[in-house]
């Protein structure tokens, strides 16, 4: 049916003219018409009649034949309005459709008077425009793109639009939030600052309807509001934060038969606040929000336990103080939410795969909550964690490499506790030493070795790590130089330590004793790798006999004693004037009573050149007496000689055998008894826990490896 046969031609011009009012006057021609039409129930004239008025104008290629067709089409509605259940025909799609299409015309007034249209049929139509849910979501997705709009006239004309469809939307009983949630999820993640003002405002509206059930839309909505936060205008970031307070304090207050999916929420407040790491008012809401959530929800959650650990520990370094402090509080919930629960539900694995991705971390903050955390999970689950010991114990170890005093008190703390698990103390003592090889673990030891193994002996007993580790030492072969620098700083500690006081007083019971002797005879063998320390031990336990016997044995090596030798004596001169031997310099003053001691010290003399040492030496036993001061004579006291341990041996204890391990050790090592090789195998051994290594005034220990051992022995470097 041809158009002219509905309306005059008058008219039909009159919908393509350049001038408004006539545009105007054929829209009121084609309302009238649809009126009379719809009265008579007309339905195939009507099609006709909005089909033509679509094609030949709405969608014509001249512009004000579109502009009379947007007019025309709004009037059609208007007319039809009445007569929308009595049709029974979806005539709004029809009419909608082209109009909405119109909105992203290339002629900005054609734009605005699509805007106009769709804000006549909006008000007229309501509800029955909502409960067409798909066309109300081509109207609001058209409407989306046009915001932004450089016309001014059609931005106006679009915010008119907007406030219609959200006022129809706030009113209606039967708008599908479902379906329009998942647009407008899509649609939140854009970065125009005027569709992201347009977006704020349509969430903000529907958030205020209480019938609207907003709070189960909180997983869609708050990943893209979270990323607006960053958004470069100041306007936006304060209407979005504003916005998301309100819905976190109504997510607060929610009772516990709300429809939320939390577990959904706490999967988008991870991804952004690990997506915006850098961005500081993200994550610091992203940390709030988490808090809630688990402070209210935390049997919800408890399959994310590993992610929320790795993104909090991951907050909890960064740049901003703020993020910081919200992150600890995150943490401190989680961890007092471990604490209140049972553990059988969690996926320890994926916890503890988390917490060793951040022991990693170059941050000392979040190694140090990481390290809180398997402290905790393994008084928890220690079968879990130990499962996985070699993990644990190697991200611990790293820890300890960290100039970082809190980090290293954690990491201490926490290989006690996993050396005090049953069947785990052997294996942290041989990490523990390995981590002390190498260049850098030598620095470790410079820096922190008399700290760790102070604390050891504090928490596990001075006297079991001294053995384990003893005997680990012990069993190593080859020579790499770290074992006599390991005892060296050992034996250092043994003497100087605090903890230390309860073996020093076992020791000076002598050999006699049964648990000094079983203490001694543990030690002795890995302490003989180092001629300092094998002879500290024997002057600790008073047995001076065997101390002369090794000190023979060093001084009748073939070429004499070697460099590395004569530095051991002068270490161990600086260790006598330590106050353990205080002991040994009051027994000085009985000469007849501890002849041997006196031998050994002349001996010792004998063997240094004249050094710093030579002299310290020299002049303690120039203040030794020629005569006794106990009232005694010489021949009272050879006759009763017999009262003192020979000189060869003690009840229990076999001189011949222990000085053939010395030998053994002294000859295995480089610079052992006789030559001038250095003894450091590679493995820098300065400062490590010395009492003093200076050979004298200006002389170093390459001076005397030029110089013969005659020369040495001489005094005349």
Aim: proline share 4%; net charge negative; with cysteine.
């Amino acid at each position: 049916m041809d158009l002219e046969h509905l309306l005059p031609s008058a008219v039909l011009r009159n919908i393509g003219a350049q001038q408004y009012e006539k545009r105007k006057l054929a829209a009121l021609e084609v309302e009238q018409l649809m009126k009379k039409l719809a009265a008579g129930n007309d339905r195939g004239r009507i099609k006709v009649l909005l089909g033509r008025l679509t094609d030949d104008f709405a969608l014509s290629g001249l512009a004000n034949h579109r502009k009379g067709g947007l007019l025309c089409l709004a009037a059609a509605t208007v007319g039809l309005k009445q007569f929308y259940e009595q049709l029974k025909f979806d005539y709004l799609g029809q009419i909608v459709r082209p109009v909405a299409a119109s909105l992203s015309d290339q002629d900005s007034r054609v734009r605005y008077y699509a805007c106009e249209a769709l804000f006549n049929i909006t008000k007229a139509m309501q509800d029955e425009f909502i409960t067409d849910q798909g066309l109300f979501i081509e109207v609001y997705s058209a409407l989306f793109k046009l915001y932004g709009d450089p016309d001014e006239h059609v931005q106006n004309a679009a915010q008119h639009l907007d406030e219609v469809l959200k006022s129809i939307v706030m009113s209606s009983a039967s708008f599908d939030m479902d379906i329009f949630v998942q647009v407008l999820k899509e649609f939140l993640f854009t970065l125009d600052p005027h569709k992201r003002q347009f977006l704020i405002g349509w969430v903000t509206a529907l958030f205020s309807v209480p019938a609207l059930d907003m709070l189960s839309c909180l997983p869609d909505i708050v990943g893209g509001m979270l990323g607006m936060l960053s958004d470069e205008h100041k306007e936006i970031r304060h209407a979005t934060s504003k916005a998301l307070q309100e819905f976190l304090l109504e997510l607060s207050s929610a009772s516990e038969d709300a429809n939320i999916d939390y577990q959904a929420l706490v999967t988008v407040l991870l991804a952004r606040s690990k997506s915006h790491q850098a961005d500081r008012q993200v994550c610091l809401t992203a940390m709030r929000w988490l808090n809630v959530v688990v402070e209210i929800a935390h049997e919800e959650i408890v399959e994310q336990y590993g992610m929320m650990v790795t993104t909090v520990l991951s907050c909890i370094s960064h740049s901003s103080d703020e993020v910081q402090k919200s992150a600890f509080v995150v943490n401190r919930s989680l961890l007092k939410m471990g604490m209140e629960r049972s553990w059988d539900d969690v996926d320890v694995g994926g916890v503890l795969d988390a917490i060793s991705k951040e022991l990693s971390s170059s941050q000392p903050p979040t190694r140090l909550e990481a390290l809180h955390w398997f402290e905790f999970l393994l008084k928890q689950k220690p079968s879990a964690v130990l499962s996985r010991n070699e993990v644990v114990l190697n991200a611990v170890l790293d820890a300890l490499m960290m100039n970082w005093e809190k980090v290293e008190e954690a990491a201490l703390g926490l290989l006690t506790i996993l050396a005090q698990q049953e069947g785990q103390f052997r294996n942290v003592m041989e990490a523990l030493l390995n981590r002390f090889r190498g260049s850098e673990g030598v620095k470790l030891l410079h820096r922190s070795g008399a700290h760790i193994m102070q604390r050891l002996c504090m928490c596990l007993g001075c006297r079991e790590v001294y053995i384990e580790v003893s005997s680990i030492l012990d069993r190593v072969e080859g020579n790499d130089g770290f074992e006599p620098l390991m005892i060296q700083a050992l034996n250092v500690l043994l003497v100087t330590a605090p903890e230390a006081a309860q073996l020093q007083e076992i020791l000076r019971r002598g050999l006699g004793d049964k648990d000094s002797r079983s203490f001694f005879l543990a030690i002795f063998p890995s302490w003989c790798r180092f001629a300092c320390a094998a002879l500290s031990l024997c002057f600790l336990s008073q047995s001076y006999g065997l101390a002369w016997k090794l000190i023979s044995v060093l001084g009748s090596a073939p070429c004499g004693p070697s460099v590395e030798a004569i530095s051991q004596i002068v270490k161990l001169v600086r260790l006598l004037e330590a106050p353990a031997f205080a002991f040994l310099r009051l027994q000085l003053l009985e000469p007849q009573r501890y002849p041997e001691l006196l031998r050994c010290l002349h001996g010792l003399l004998m063997l240094l050149p004249q050094t710093d040492a030579f002299r310290t030496l020299f002049v303690r036993l120039k203040s030794v007496p020629s005569l006794p001061l106990s009232g005694t004579t010489p021949s009272t006291t050879n006759n009763n000689s017999q009262q003192y341990p020979p000189t060869n041996s003690t009840p229990g204890v076999e001189y011949s055998d222990l000085i053939q391990i010395f030998e053994r050790r002294q000859n295995s090592s480089d610079g052992g008894l006789g030559g001038s090789g250095g003894g450091g195998g590679g493995v820098e051994n300065e400062g490590v826990m010395e009492v003093g290594d200076e050979l004298g005034p200006g002389v170093s220990q390459r001076d005397f490896m030029d110089k013969s051992p005659r020369d040495l022995l001489n005094g005349t470097v």
